[in-house]
C-alpha cells in the first residue's frame, strides 16, 4: 500500500545496537571525565530501549525487556546501597538488561564486577595504596570477630573510586561485538 511503512526486525535491532553502543561510549566518556553516568543519557535509552523491544517482539519482547530491567536493578541495587555502586551506573545497567534480557544482564554484571577487581587491584598496585587497602580490609575483618571493635566498612576515596561506568561499557562493547563478528 503506499504510504506504508514497515520495518524488517533486523533493521530495528541494528539501530538498537547503534543507540546501546553510543549510550555505552558516551557513559564512559562521562564517567570517566565527571564521574557520573548522566540521566539524560540513561532515560532515553532506555525508553527507546523498552519501546524497540515491543516493536520487534511484541507483548512478549515487552514483558522479557522488563525482566531484563527488574534483574538488573534487582542485582546492582545491593551495591549501590552498600555505596560500591553510583545511581549511574545501576541505571546504565537497567538500560542493558532492557537491550538484552535477564540471563545477558546478569553475565554482563558478573563480568563487570571481575573486569573492575582487577583494574581496582591494578589500580591499587599502580597508586601504591594496596598495603592502606589491606590493612582497612584486615580492620574491617577483625572487627567481625572481636567484639570491642565496631564494625565499619571500608570506604574508597572518592577521589581514588573507579568509573565502573567505564568498565560496563568495555565489558557489554567487547561481549556485544564478540557475538556479532
Request: aromatic share 12%; hydrophobic share 55%.
Amino acid at each position: 500500500m503506499l504510504g506504508e511503512i514497515s520495518f524488517h526486525p533486523s533493521v530495528l535491532l541494528y539501530h538498537l545496537n547503534s543507540i546501546v553502543t553510543f549510550t555505552l561510549l558516551v557513559s564512559a566518556y562521562t564517567d570517566l571525565r565527571y564521574r557520573k553516568v548522566f540521566n539524560w543519557l540513561t532515560f532515553p535509552a532506555m525508553a527507546i530501549a523498552l519501546l524497540g523491544s515491543l516493536v520487534i517482539g511484541g507483548w512478549l519482547g515487552g514483558v522479557s525487556a522488563a525482566l531484563g530491567l527488574l534483574t538488573a536493578f534487582a542485582i546492582s541495587f545491593p551495591l549501590f546501597a552498600l555505596h560500591a555502586l553510583g545511581a549511574g551506573d545501576v541505571k546504565l545497567l537497567m538500560v542493558l538488561g532492557v537491550c538484552f534480557g535477564s540471563v545477558e544482564i546478569i553475565q554482563i554484571f558478573i563480568d563487570s564486577i571481575l573486569v573492575g577487581a582487577v583494574f581496582g587491584v591494578g589500580g591499587l598496585i599502580w597508586a601504591e595504596r594496596w598495603v592502606q587497602f589491606l590493612r582497612s580490609m584486615g580492620r574491617s575483618l577483625l572487627s567481625l570477630f572481636v567484639r570491642s571493635m565496631s564494625f565499619e566498612w571500608p570506604r574508597a576515596e572518592t577521589a581514588h573510586k573507579m568509573p565502573f561506568g567505564l568498565v560496563i561499557a568495555l565489558v557489554t562493547l567487547a561481549r556485544l561485538y564478540i557475538k556479532l563478528s
